[in-house]
């Protein structure tokens, strides 16, 4: 899995919010200036989109539940630096799917949103994007836990994070940031 999530790195100089759809533009020009600067990726860095897109590979058919949205949701919200939901993102589509597929429960698995309708294209989505740290990982990690605790009361793993948590100790062991 390692080489799939650095296959989904962003070239070196490249600048996400530039290299993202012209649908993104409005979204783009909301961001400040100093946010808009870091967001230059190493070459051999894991970004927090390429985890995501990772994660789709991984888990595939998997229904989306209420603590994958939260894990994306704040996924989303550490790779663009935004305290909220990005409207039409990653995150706003996680929730949806979520809720959806608990009022379909009933329905097949295949009925269901799955984690790679939701994270497939994810770096092209996301209005910025950045390398991801231990630090997001945990966040997310804890963003997650936190919603399967409430959900069920139990610790059933980790999906989202724990992809997100392998590109951190990727980056981590090739001192990309």
């Known amino acids: 899995m390692s080489k799939q999530l650095q296959d989904k790195s962003v070239k070196p100089g490249d600048d996400v919010n530039s290299a993202a759809a012209s649908s993104q533009a409005s979204v783009q020009a909301a961001f400040p200036e100093s946010t808009v600067a870091y967001h230059r990726i190493d070459e051999d860095a894991v970004t927090i989109g390429a985890a995501l897109?990772?994660?789709a590979l991984v888990l595939g058919d998997k229904p989306v539940d209420h603590a994958d949205a939260a894990a994306v949701v704040a996924a989303e919200m550490r790779a663009t630096g935004l305290a909220s939901v990005v409207p039409g993102g990653a995150g706003a589509a996680a929730l949806a799917a979520a809720e959806s597929n608990v009022q379909n429960e009933n329905k097949s698995k295949e009925e269901r949103t799955s984690i790679s309708d939701v994270l497939e294209n994810?770096?092209?989505?996301?209005p910025a994007n950045k390398v991801v740290t231990r630090e997001d990982a945990v966040s997310i990690r804890s963003a997650e836990e936190q919603s399967?605790?409430?959900q069920d009361g139990k610790e059933t793993g980790f999906g989202v994070a724990s992809t997100v948590m392998e590109a951190?100790?990727?980056n981590e062991d090739d001192r990309v940031f």
């Not at 994810?122 to 996301?126: I, R």
Request: aromatic share 8%; no cysteine; hydrophobic share 55%.
């Open 168 to 170: 951190a100790e990727i």
């Open 122 to 126: 994810t770096s092209a989505v996301l």
């Open 148 to 150: 399967r605790w409430a």
């Open 53 to 55: 897109e990772a994660t």
